[in-house]
């Protein structure tokens, strides 16, 4: 993790991460002002947080209160070596604890991973840059002793290689990554998260049997998310980026929407349509990018290559990111390399889609082809010595797919999780199936994977399939565990060269009587890829484009930034359009409008629900207001200090709705129960003096909203990389 650290008056200093500032003082007998604790103080109480956090998940996992649990920790400094230390923590444990989780409790502090770093003991490298931006990736792992050349199944070049490649184009970027995490939870596993420094939103995921696999995994993750612009899906881009000479890519088309709303000619062709637009519903409207939203340029489409007969065809953006989220995009080393891992995904995820869905039997993978792949089978042991049960099963229904799967049971909670991975070698389909099932994980981790059902639609709903899409946690049927398979076991190979298995995998595509559709992105530097195969490699329903079209935002964006300068009659037609959306009034603003607010202020945290309160409360409509509140009350997730605001907000409408009860009546009480500044708050905004309490003014320029304009910051770094390669 980056921390940057600013220096402000005398002693004090700031240090920035991800939406967090701490300040650091010294007290006044060192010269400093005591206004903040010293950077000293903040590392001793780190100690005592980080076995107080673990303490606190021991507890949550069993239902173990925690209200009388109390946790203290003391220095003992060795007097003649200041730097020698006893970190003392002491824990009182209430009586009613049994034996068993007393020790639990213990050894649950023993994990603290301040503590664990302390006692590794870290090293620190101090030096002079002349640009700390500059410095692209130096919290990646330490470069190879000597002339290393690890080569894995298919990866054409070393693993030093491909990662050196990476972070080169990585720097050139001026995207400085870190890694904030490593797991290693059994043999021959490995994964890891990466992040950009300057956007922690964009991030990855890798995994492997190395590290340094792992590490490949990752950043080719993000070189494909990069080029691909998933980091940004749903975002809105800032009107800089929506006025520019292009939104997404230099070769992208605009086609202007038509008065009748129809869709324009030159969209999609006559296979796409009948798929897209199958009853004739679809509009030019649905396919405005919700990035740019720019209504008044049209739909900005994506050319892509129709694979039959390399005729060229323009897909709307909107279109992409509504259906398609980030399955089959891909780098590699080179683009047949590419390919095959795109296809390799779409695979994955399509017969992992029909076996879930289907219920299908799978066959278990005999003892003696397992023992083929020694590496892999320890890490499957590690996971049974831990007291994981694990199958492992083909899922290439009879030799059609190169795909693989690994189950694991948990025992203690009864709940089951369904790994797929695909290659066109079994052992490699077979590793990543592993791999991803302990991606990012720990064994305390695999406590939260859900219980198999015989309920089919349960299995079968659409949503299912996107929650297995996104982490794998979706539901599986309890018929996948019967002893009687639906197919054979087949030992299938589909490897050979990379050109050949790419030829091979759009074969099968092409068996199947699938259309394919390639889009080639070469301009940051990487082979890149994205691969559209039409009703076969969606992740969400092509209802969605019009009942549930991410460029809703649209209707919404621009009124909601600029909030504190609607005037009333504005607020009237917003509050009614929501009423008249049917959207949930639990649904976050900052996905409705595509904004990345910090979610540690009101703004991160705002619904609709808590919109139209103080919409209301700012127009004077208390009655509705005060329905409203009391729904806000009974299912509010928000925080502590929020609920508080609108228990107070409830009290004062109650009052000033009841003609036989004067405030000031209970003024003196309210602010002993909610405090001065909360009831200043909540009167003020029923009174109409504050409007909009815990909202800070913003507009479509996007004032104060960092995160947001951090990521829009690391898209400029994109958009202008491509500009150059395009000669604009």
Same mark, same amino acid.
């Given at each position: 993790?980056?921390?940057?650290?600013?220096?402000?008056?005398?002693?004090?200093?700031?240090?920035?991460?991800?939406?967090?500032?701490?300040?650091?003082?010294?007290?006044?007998?060192?010269?400093?002002?005591?206004?903040?604790?010293?950077?000293?103080?903040?590392?001793?109480?780190?100690?005592?947080?980080?076995?107080?956090?673990?303490?606190?998940?021991?507890?949550?996992?069993?239902?173990?209160?925690?209200?009388?649990?109390?946790?203290?920790?003391?220095?003992?400094?060795?007097?003649?070596?200041? $730097?020698?230390?006893?970190?003392?923590?002491?824990?009182?444990?209430?009586?009613?604890?049994?034996?068993?989780?007393?020790?639990?409790?213990?050894?649950?502090?023993?994990?603290?991973?301040?503590?664990?770093?302390?006692?590794?003991?870290?090293?620190?490298?101090?030096?002079?840059?002349?640009?700390?931006?500059?410095?692209?990736?130096?919290?990646?792992?330490?470069?190879?002793? +000597?002339?290393?050349?690890?080569?894995?199944? +298919?990866?054409?070049?070393?693993?030093?290689?491909?990662?050196?490649?990476?972070?080169?184009?990585?720097?050139?970027?001026?995207?400085?990554?870190?890694?904030?995490?490593?797991?290693?939870?059994?043999?021959?596993?490995?994964?890891? @998260?990466?992040?950009?420094?300057?956007?922690?939103?964009?991030?990855?995921?890798?995994? !492997?049997?190395?590290?340094?696999?792992?590490?490949?995994?990752?950043?080719?993750?993000?070189?494909?998310?990069?080029?691909?612009?998933?980091?940004?899906?749903?975002?809105?881009?800032?009107?800089?980026?929506?006025?520019?000479?292009?939104?997404?890519?230099?070769?992208?088309?605009?086609?202007?929407?038509?008065?009748?709303?129809?869709?324009?000619?030159?969209?999609?062709?006559?296979?796409?349509?009948?798929?897209?637009?199958?009853?004739?519903?679809?509009?030019?409207?649905?396919?405005?990018?919700?990035?740019?939203?720019?209504?008044?340029?049209?739909?900005?489409?994506?050319? $892509?290559?129709?694979?039959?007969?390399?005729?060229?065809?323009?897909?709307?953006?909107?279109?992409?990111?509504?259906?398609?989220?980030?399955?089959?995009?891909?780098?590699?080393?080179?683009?047949?390399?590419?390919?095959?891992?795109?296809?390799?995904?779409?695979?994955?995820?399509?017969?992992?889609?029909?076996?879930?869905?289907?219920?299908?039997?799978?066959?278990?993978?005999?003892?003696?082809?397992?023992?083929?792949?020694?590496?892999?089978?320890?890490?499957?042991?590690?996971?049974?010595?831990?007291?994981?049960?694990?199958?492992?099963?083909?899922?290439?229904? !009879?030799?059609?797919?190169?795909?693989?799967?690994?189950?694991?049971?948990?025992?203690?909670?009864?709940?089951?999780?369904?790994?797929?991975?695909?290659?066109?070698?079994?052992?490699?389909?077979?590793?990543?199936?592993?791999?991803?099932?302990?991606?990012?994980? /720990?064994?305390?981790?695999?406590?939260?994977?859900?219980?198999?059902?015989?309920?089919?639609?349960?299995?079968?709903?659409?949503?299912?399939?996107?929650?297995?899409?996104?982490?794998?946690?979706?539901?599986? /049927?309890?018929?996948?565990?019967?002893?009687?398979?639906?197919?054979?076991?087949?030992?299938?190979?589909?490897?050979?060269?990379?050109?050949?298995?790419?030829?091979?995998?759009?074969?099968?595509?092409?068996?199947?009587?699938?259309?394919?559709?390639?889009?080639?992105?070469?301009?940051?530097?990487?082979?890149?890829?994205?691969?559209?195969?039409?009703?076969?490699?969606?992740?969400?329903?092509?209802?969605?484009?019009?009942?549930?079209?991410?460029?809703?935002?649209?209707?919404?964006?621009?009124?909601?930034?600029?909030? @504190?300068?609607?005037?009333?009659?504005?607020?009237?037609?917003?509050?009614?359009?929501?009423?008249?959306?049917?959207?949930?009034?639990?649904?976050?603003?900052?996905?409705?409008?595509?904004?990345?607010?910090?979610?540690?202020?009101?703004?991160?945290?705002?619904?609709?629900?808590?919109?139209?309160?103080?919409?209301?409360?700012?127009?004077?409509?208390?009655?509705?207001?005060?329905?409203?509140?009391?729904?806000?009350?009974?299912?509010?997730?928000?925080?502590?200090?929020?609920?508080?605001? $609108?228990?107070?907000?409830?009290?004062?409408?109650?009052?000033?709705?009841?003609?036989?009860?004067?405030?000031?009546?209970?003024?003196?009480?309210?602010?002993?129960?909610?405090?001065?500044?909360?009831?200043?708050?909540?009167?003020?905004?029923?009174?109409?003096?504050?409007?909009?309490?815990?909202?800070?003014?913003? /507009?479509?320029?996007?004032? +104060?909203?960092?995160?947001?304009?951090?990521?829009?910051?690391?898209?400029?770094?994109? @958009?202008?990389?491509?500009?150059?390669?395009?000669?604009?």
């Amino acid at each position: 993790m980056e921390i940057k650290v600013n220096f402000l008056d005398n002693l004090r200093l700031e240090a920035k991460f991800d939406d967090f500032t701490v300040t650091a003082d010294q007290p006044i007998r060192y010269k400093g002002d005591g206004s903040a604790p010293s950077p000293f103080d903040y590392f001793l109480a780190s100690s005592a947080l980080c076995a107080a956090y673990f303490i606190k998940v021991y507890c949550k996992a069993r239902d173990i209160p925690t209200e009388n649990i109390r946790l203290s920790q003391n220095n003992i400094v060795d007097p003649e070596d200041r $730097y020698n230390q006893i970190f003392q923590i002491q824990v009182e444990l209430p009586e009613d604890i049994s034996a068993k989780d007393r020790e639990g409790i213990l050894r649950s502090i023993d994990r603290c991973t301040v503590k664990k770093v302390v006692q590794t003991g870290p090293e620190f490298k101090i030096e002079t840059v002349e640009n700390l931006d500059a410095d692209a990736n130096a919290m990646l792992m330490g470069q190879p002793e +000597g002339d290393a050349s690890t080569y894995i199944l +298919g990866k054409d070049l070393p693993l030093e290689q491909t990662i050196s490649n990476m972070t080169g184009i990585l720097a050139d970027l001026g995207m400085k990554i870190e890694i904030s995490s490593w797991r290693n939870i059994v043999p021959n596993v490995w994964s890891l @998260h990466i992040r950009d420094a300057a956007s922690p939103m964009c991030f990855t995921n890798g995994k !492997g049997a190395t590290k340094e696999s792992a590490l490949c995994s990752a950043l080719g993750e993000f070189i494909e998310r990069l080029n691909c612009n998933f980091f940004y899906n749903d975002q809105f881009f800032g009107l800089d980026i929506t006025n520019s000479d292009f939104v997404h890519y230099p070769n992208e088309k605009w086609f202007a929407l038509t008065d009748d709303d129809a869709l324009p000619a030159g969209l999609l062709d006559d296979y796409c349509l009948d798929i897209y637009n199958p009853d004739d519903e679809l509009c030019g409207s649905h396919l405005v990018d919700t990035n740019s939203g720019n209504i008044d340029r049209g739909i900005c489409t994506i050319p $892509y290559k129709r694979r039959s007969d390399g005729e060229t065809v323009y897909f709307p953006s909107n279109l992409i990111e509504n259906l398609f989220l980030s399955n089959g995009m891909s780098a590699g080393n080179n683009l047949q390399e590419a390919e095959v891992q795109c296809l390799s995904e779409i695979f994955e995820r399509a017969v992992k889609r029909e076996i879930i869905e289907q219920e299908i039997v799978l066959p278990d993978v005999p003892m003696q082809v397992l023992e083929k792949y020694p590496s892999i089978l320890a890490g499957i042991k590690g996971l049974e010595e831990q007291g994981f049960p694990v199958v492992v099963k083909d899922a290439s229904l !009879g030799g059609q797919f190169p795909v693989m799967c690994v189950t694991l049971m948990n025992p203690k909670t009864g709940g089951v999780f369904a790994s797929f991975g695909a290659h066109p070698s079994f052992e490699v389909a077979l590793e990543r199936s592993l791999t991803e099932l302990l991606q990012g994980r /720990s064994f305390e981790g695999l406590n939260d994977v859900p219980k198999p059902t015989f309920n089919s639609m349960a299995v079968s709903e659409p949503e299912n399939f996107v929650e297995h899409f996104i982490d794998s946690t979706g539901v599986i /049927s309890w018929r996948f565990f019967s002893s009687k398979h639906d197919f054979e076991f087949c030992e299938w190979d589909f490897s050979g060269t990379n050109e050949e298995e790419a030829k091979g995998l759009f074969g099968i595509l092409e068996t199947l009587g699938k259309e394919v559709y390639v889009a080639e992105f070469d301009q940051l530097g990487a082979s890149a890829c994205r691969i559209l195969v039409p009703d076969y490699s969606e992740v969400y329903p092509v209802e969605d484009l019009i009942w549930d079209n991410t460029n809703k935002a649209l209707d919404y964006r621009e009124d909601i930034l600029n909030l @504190h300068a609607l005037s009333d009659d504005e607020l009237v037609d917003l509050v009614n359009r929501f009423e008249e959306s049917q959207l949930d009034n639990y649904t976050d603003i900052r996905t409705l409008i595509g904004i990345v607010f910090d979610e540690n202020t009101v703004w991160g945290q705002l619904t609709i629900i808590e919109l139209k309160i103080l919409i209301f409360l700012a127009l004077g409509a208390h009655e509705e207001a005060m329905e409203l509140v009391g729904d806000f009350l009974q299912f509010n997730d928000n925080t502590v200090e929020r609920g508080l605001f $609108y228990q107070a907000v409830n009290a004062v409408l109650e009052v000033t709705l009841d003609e036989e009860l004067e405030l000031e009546h209970f003024i003196h009480n309210f602010k002993r129960m909610f405090g001065e500044t909360v009831m200043e708050n909540a009167v003020g905004s029923v009174t109409g003096e504050i409007r909009f309490s815990g909202l800070t003014k913003t /507009s479509m320029q996007l004032e +104060g909203i960092e995160p947001h304009l951090r990521l829009i910051e690391s898209y400029k770094k994109l @958009h202008q990389a491509r500009k150059l390669k395009a000669g604009l």
